[in-house]
């Protein structure tokens, strides 16, 4: 068993919809971290979020501790958010990564 | 900042041939991670560093697996000898605060072994 699961594994949307990339852990974290990943293959950090929620533009991080679940949420979404979404859960020093969700924003 | 840097970009190398892979993290960041991404696995951390030093060093596959930080700009992560089984992308992340701050990632190196 994983001890972060992401769901869902692919997703397809039409340009302008609200978008959600769900990410549930097994473990107890100090700290859960967003990433993207572009097709050609470079990482970005979006957020890194222990709890409440974070807003950076039209991206949202949110999580629950008690119920061991984040969401991204994506608003009004675009082509050029096309890419792989990863969350990866803190837990001491052990750095747990989910397997992905590929997003594809449709013109 | 010119970001996180590694090199080579890419790497073709025969099996038995040694891998060196490189990374110069951002300036004043005290922490330096290695990892491998696969279609398999995903992402996996191999070693980190904080000031130089490696603190946990559980994820390196095998002992043809190395890494030092001879300094503070100045990464190397080596394989010796390959495996086509090593084929991944490597990448190095920096960071100020460790896990509990932002990752900053470099661009990866890409390794085929054939």
């Known amino acids: 068993k994983n001890e972060v699961e992401q769901s869902p594994q692919n997703l397809t949307a039409q340009e302008g919809e609200f978008i959600t990339i769900n990410c549930s852990y097994s473990?107890?974290?100090?700290?859960l971290h967003w990433l993207q990943q572009h097709p050609g293959g470079g990482i970005v950090s979006l957020f890194m979020?222990?709890?409440g929620k974070k807003k950076h533009g039209r991206l949202i991080a949110t999580i629950n501790i008690q119920e061991k679940h984040s969401s991204l949420h994506i608003t009004a979404s675009h082509p050029r958010d096309s890419a792989v979404y990863i969350c990866?859960?803190?837990?001491?020093?052990?750095?747990?990564f989910g397997t992905g969700t590929s997003l594809t924003v449709i013109p | 900042d010119a970001g996180v840097i590694q090199s080579p970009r890419h790497e073709v190398t025969e099996m038995g041939q040694e891998v060196t892979l490189r990374c110069k993290p951002i300036?004043?960041?005290?922490?330096l991670f290695w990892y491998r991404q696969t279609m398999m696995r995903g992402l996996e951390l191999l070693i980190y560093?904080?000031?130089?030093?490696?603190?946990?060093d559980s994820g390196m596959p095998e002992d043809r697996f190395s890494a030092k930080m001879p300094n503070a700009s100045f990464s190397t992560l080596k394989i010796q000898p390959s495996e086509p089984r090593d084929s991944a992308v490597y990448f190095c992340?920096?960071?100020?605060?460790?896990?509990?701050?932002?990752?900053?990632f470099g661009e990866g190196s890409r390794l085929t072994v054939l």
């Open positions: 992340a920096s960071s100020l605060y460790g896990y509990t701050g932002e990752l900053f």
């Open positions: 473990v107890g974290i100090s700290a």
């Open positions: 979020l222990s709890s």
């Open positions: 990866a859960a803190l837990t001491g020093n052990q750095f747990y």
């Open positions: 300036s004043g960041h005290d922490y």
């Open positions: 560093f904080n000031n130089n030093v490696p603190i946990d």
